[in-house]
């Protein structure tokens, strides 16, 4: 089993910016991507971004609504990932998601992914 544990969440004006971390424990050398997914209230939970990693090398992949803005890394040394969001605007407040699964290739659909984090929630206010 893989625990995820998100943080770094909470209020911010618009134009800010934040920073949320996913920490990954147990069997992860189970785990070889891992993404980020939003839900904003009343409606689907979204993805967001995600990072794979296989031959010392990554790739990245992010929705359009957060190209650009957001930036998502990893420090394979602690287990973590990151992703960095920048210009916040009101419609990015929703709580954030971290998801990892056993595959080295980026997915942005749910079933893709095998482990859920509990969430963090981001509000920007206008």
Same mark, same amino acid.
């Given at each position: 089993?893989?625990?995820? $544990?998100?943080?770094?969440?909470?209020? $911010?004006? !618009?134009?800010?910016?934040? *920073?949320?971390?996913?920490?990954?424990?147990?069997?992860?050398?189970? $785990?070889? %991507?891992?993404?980020?997914? *939003?839900? !904003?209230?009343?409606?689907?939970?979204?993805?967001? +971004?995600?990072?794979?990693?296989?031959?010392?090398?990554?790739? @990245?992949?992010? %929705?359009?609504?957060?190209?650009? *803005?957001? @930036?998502?890394? *990893?420090?394979? %040394?602690?287990?973590? $990932?990151?992703?960095?969001?920048?210009?916040?605007?009101?419609?990015?407040? +929703?709580? /954030?998601?971290?998801? +990892?699964?056993?595959?080295?290739?980026?997915? %942005?659909?749910?079933?893709? /992914?095998?482990?859920?984090?509990?969430?963090?929630?981001?509000?920007?206010?206008?």
């Amino acid at each position: 089993q893989v625990q995820l $544990v998100e943080s770094g969440g909470g209020l $911010v004006q !618009a134009g800010g910016s934040l *920073r949320l971390s996913c920490a990954a424990s147990g069997r992860t050398f189970d $785990v070889l %991507a891992m993404g980020w997914f *939003r839900q !904003a209230p009343g409606k689907e939970r979204d993805f967001v +971004a995600s990072i794979s990693w296989s031959g010392g090398s990554d790739t @990245t992949y992010y %929705a359009n609504s957060v190209k650009g *803005r957001f @930036t998502i890394s *990893r420090d394979g %040394a602690k287990n973590t $990932v990151h992703l960095q969001m920048n210009s916040l605007k009101s419609e990015d407040t +929703a709580v /954030y998601y971290c998801a +990892a699964r056993s595959i080295p290739l980026v997915a %942005a659909k749910e079933h893709d /992914y095998d482990y859920w984090g509990q969430g963090t929630p981001v509000t920007v206010s206008s």
